[in-house]
């Protein structure tokens, strides 16, 4: 049986617990579509906040990582086109050795030649020196935080400083025997300024296959803290008009519900 009672309204307290949950569940709709994020408050989901925020900073120590490597590639880069210098003057030196070393070459002309001799192995001194290559560096480029196998590492070689290196000091022209020593001297340099070249061109290729990686990784945590912080905007959508229109008809059930209390009233009369 109906119980009527002017005291206490059930039907108003019923729908106004109605609309508080549906005003909160507007709330949060209206909150996710306007900032784009399904976790606006650790509230929404802490659990996967967590999980969010520690992908983001491996995001950010990648973005980071990718940086490092690019500087440290630019660097490298620097020393492969002084390497490349060097190597263009060790022919040079070859040349003027294997004219010395004729017979048919007369005194004066191997003077000539010594002179530019020396000033070709002062010029390589000082590329090598320009370019940081006149003395022996480690290289090490952190990529990721993944322990030591973040870490892109190597030790470049000295050039030298450059002639003692190369086994170029104490080389001359002036006399046909030690042109040919030189000869073979020069030749000898060109191997071993190739064994910096193939260091320097291995951590090239580690670099630059360490950025690939790092930008693969980067694209697939951006997709994974996606899925876990960003709003579906249908799905969204779809819940700020159910709770529109539910809002609109729990209005419309409390005005009902206030109203009804009145009716008691007639029984009075």
Same mark, same amino acid.
């Not at 003057?89 to 070859?94: H, M, N, Q, V």
């Given at each position: 049986?109906?119980?009527?009672?002017?005291?206490?309204?059930?039907?108003?307290?019923?729908?106004?617990?109605?609309?508080?949950?549906?005003?909160?569940?507007?709330?949060?709709?209206?909150?996710?579509?306007?900032?784009?994020?399904?976790?606006?408050? =650790?509230?929404?989901?802490?659990?996967?906040?967590?999980?969010?925020?520690?992908?983001?900073?491996?995001?950010?120590?990648?973005?980071?990582?990718?940086?490092? =490597?690019?500087?440290?590639? $630019?660097?490298?880069?620097?020393?492969?086109?002084?390497?490349?210098?060097?190597?263009?003057?060790?022919?040079?030196?070859?040349?003027?050795?294997?004219?010395?070393?004729?017979?048919?070459?007369? &005194?004066?002309?191997? =003077?000539?030649?010594?002179?530019?001799?020396?000033?070709?192995?002062?010029?390589?001194?000082?590329?090598?020196?320009?370019?940081?290559?006149?003395?022996?560096?480690?290289?090490?480029?952190?990529?990721?935080? $993944?322990?030591?196998?973040?870490?892109?590492?190597?030790?470049? *070689? &000295?050039?030298?400083?450059?002639?003692?290196?190369?086994?170029?000091?104490?080389?001359?022209?002036?006399?046909?025997?030690?042109?040919?020593?030189?000869?073979?001297?020069?030749?000898?340099?060109?191997?071993?300024?190739?064994?910096?070249?193939?260091?320097?061109?291995?951590?090239?290729?580690?670099?630059?296959?360490?950025?690939?990686?790092?930008?693969?990784?980067?694209?697939?945590?951006?997709?994974?803290?996606?899925?876990?912080?960003?709003?579906?905007? *249908?799905?969204?959508? &779809?819940?700020?008009?159910?709770?529109?229109?539910?809002?609109?008809?729990?209005?419309?059930?409390?005005?009902?519900?206030?109203?009804?209390?009145?009716?008691?009233?007639?029984?009075?009369?």
């Amino acid at each position: 049986m109906a119980s009527f009672s002017v005291v206490n309204n059930v039907a108003s307290a019923n729908a106004q617990a109605n609309l508080r949950t549906t005003n909160v569940g507007l709330n949060k709709a209206l909150t996710r579509l306007s900032s784009g994020f399904r976790i606006n408050h =650790a509230g929404d989901d802490a659990a996967g906040l967590a999980v969010a925020n520690g992908i983001r900073s491996d995001i950010a120590v990648m973005n980071q990582g990718v940086r490092n =490597a690019n500087d440290g590639l $630019s660097d490298l880069q620097v020393k492969d086109g002084a390497l490349n210098n060097i190597s263009t003057l060790l022919d040079r030196l070859s040349t003027l050795a294997t004219q010395a070393a004729s017979n048919t070459t007369d &005194a004066d002309s191997r =003077a000539t030649l010594q002179q530019e001799f020396g000033d070709v192995i002062n010029e390589i001194t000082r590329e090598a020196s320009v370019a940081g290559l006149d003395a022996s560096a480690n290289f090490s480029v952190f990529v990721s935080n $993944s322990g030591a196998n973040g870490i892109v590492s190597g030790t470049i *070689a &000295a050039v030298g400083t450059t002639s003692s290196s190369l086994g170029l000091d104490g080389l001359y022209l002036t006399a046909q025997d030690a042109a040919a020593t030189a000869v073979m001297a020069v030749a000898s340099a060109v191997g071993v300024l190739g064994q910096v070249q193939g260091t320097i061109g291995a951590l090239e290729n580690r670099l630059e296959f360490a950025i690939s990686l790092a930008q693969s990784q980067i694209v697939n945590k951006t997709a994974a803290e996606s899925r876990i912080r960003d709003a579906n905007v *249908a799905e969204e959508s &779809a819940n700020m008009t159910r709770y529109s229109i539910l809002q609109q008809s729990g209005i419309a059930a409390l005005a009902q519900a206030n109203s009804s209390t009145s009716a008691v009233l007639s029984l009075l009369r």
